[in-house]
T-cell receptor, first 113, second 111 residues
Framework: NAGVTQTPKFQVLKTGQSMTLQCAQD?????MYWYRQDPGMGLRLIYY???????DKGEVPNGYNVSRLNKREFSLRLESAAPSQTSVYFC????????????FGSGTQLSVL | RKEVEQDPGPFNVPEGATVAFNCTYS??????FFWYRQDCRKEPKLLMS???SGNEDGRFTAQLNRASQYISLLIRDSKLSDSATYLC????????????FGSGTRLLVRP
């Protein structure tokens, strides 16, 4: 049972480049999330998807877009990367949206030069 | 004021020690509380939920004080393997989807 699989693990971009972070879960969870983690700060929610077919903005959505491709997959896209988007990105999932244990992927270390 | 505040530490304790962390939260409507553990360069993992009456899981005890809006985590008989960052997590309100993460308290357990 793989849980939450996130790719890539590392990525270096130049300012202005675009990329998509992929996330898939095999636990039949309804809700999926994208967080970013910066030094000295807690994880901050970028976007979430309460269920297949829905997506909503979190705390820090600017500069990102998401796609809930199906129940298993939730991707995060940076259309024009900026140095401020240098961070560690975590995908997570839960059975329902609220008050539930989150299962996290292993993270993507992204550097934007 | 941050929505969830934690002392960043590090707390440096010898093996076998008892150590406690506190976390304060600002939203009195928060209903759900958790402690997550995060090892260096790894993903967070749920350590335990925090219930109103307090709860214990082996060497770990979590307590909630709604009146003062803080939760605590007590670790007894610390092990080297307990070295990690402990994240306090609170939901954003009665019907909120949002989980708010503290920036974490780092624990170092030395031999």
């Amino acid at each position: 049972n793989a849980g939450v699989t996130q790719t890539p693990k590392f990525q270096v971009l130049k300012t202005g480049q675009s990329m998509t972070l992929q996330c898939a879960q095999d636990m039949n969870h309804n809700s999926m999330y994208w967080y970013r983690q910066d030094p000295g700060m807690g994880l901050r929610l970028i976007y979430y998807s309460a269920s297949e077919g829905t997506t909503d903005k979190g705390e820090v959505p600017n500069g990102y877009n998401v796609s809930r491709l199906n129940k298993r997959e939730f991707s995060l896209r940076l259309e024009s990367a900026a140095p401020s988007q240098t961070s560690v990105y975590f995908c997570a999932s839960s059975y329902r949206t609220t008050n539930e244990k989150l299962f996290f992927g292993s993270g993507t270390q992204l550097s934007v030069l | 004021r941050k929505e969830v505040e934690q002392d960043p530490g590090p707390f440096n304790v010898p093996e076998g020690a008892t150590v406690a962390f506190n976390c304060t939260y600002s939203n009195s409507a928060s209903q759900s509380f958790f402690w997550y553990r995060q090892d260096c360069r790894k993903e967070p993992k749920l350590l335990m939920s925090v219930y109103s009456s307090g709860n214990e899981d082996g060497r770990f005890t979590a307590q909630l004080n709604r009146a003062s809006q803080y939760i605590s985590l007590l670790i007894r008989d610390s092990k080297l393997s307990d070295s990690a960052t402990y994240l306090c997590v609170v939901n954003g309100g009665r019907s909120s989807y949002k989980l708010i993460f503290g920036s974490g308290t780092r624990l170092l357990v030395r031999p």
